[in-house]
């Protein structure tokens, strides 16, 4: 783990994107994600995609965006491998409810495959509530299913 380093929450330009790619296992080990690294939601979504950077690069990011209805989806949401357990991820996490309020957000969603355990109590120890909806994501593809009311809690530096 990192001791202590200073990061900053900034919106993610596409170039961090790439960089977080480049290190995919720092941030997912090996399970494979990329392909939902979907550049068009840093470019439509700026303001809600976000990293935590420091002088060594990106420590964690999420990408989000709010939706019409004034729902603030996480999509994707890391931290690297030496970051974890800084509390960066609830950081991350505020920031995003924070700039997502701002744009008329109500509420925070995120989903997560059923066995991925991790996910699923970091989100609850946030204050989020979880539901398992079968065929979520087709069928037999259950998902857990994370809601969260306005405000998440403030940011903090």
């Known amino acids: 783990m990192i001791p202590a380093m200073r990061t900053q929450i900034t919106p993610a330009e596409i170039t961090d994107i790439h960089q977080v790619l480049a290190d995919h296992h720092r941030y997912w080990g090996d399970r494979?994600?990329?392909?939902?690294?979907?550049?068009?939601?840093v470019h439509e979504f700026g303001e809600t995609c976000l990293v935590a950077r420091a002088e060594d690069g990106i420590h964690g990011y999420l990408i989000g965006f709010v939706s019409p209805?004034?729902?603030?989806?996480?999509?994707?949401?890391?931290?690297?491998?030496d970051a974890r357990g800084t509390g960066l991820g609830r950081h991350l996490y505020a920031a995003f409810a924070d700039a997502a309020h701002r744009q008329g957000a109500l509420r925070l969603k995120a989903i997560t495959s059923v066995s991925n355990t991790e996910s699923i109590a970091f989100h609850r120890h946030l204050g989020f509530t979880v539901k398992i909806v079968d065929d979520y994501n087709g069928p037999g593809q259950a998902r857990a299913v994370f809601h969260h009311v306005l405000p998440l809690y403030a940011a903090q530096p």
Do not use: K, M, N, Q
């Open 69 to 81: 209805a004034g729902t603030g989806y996480v999509h994707l949401i890391a931290t690297r491998d």
């Open 32 to 41: 494979d994600l990329r392909s939902l690294h979907v550049l068009a939601l």
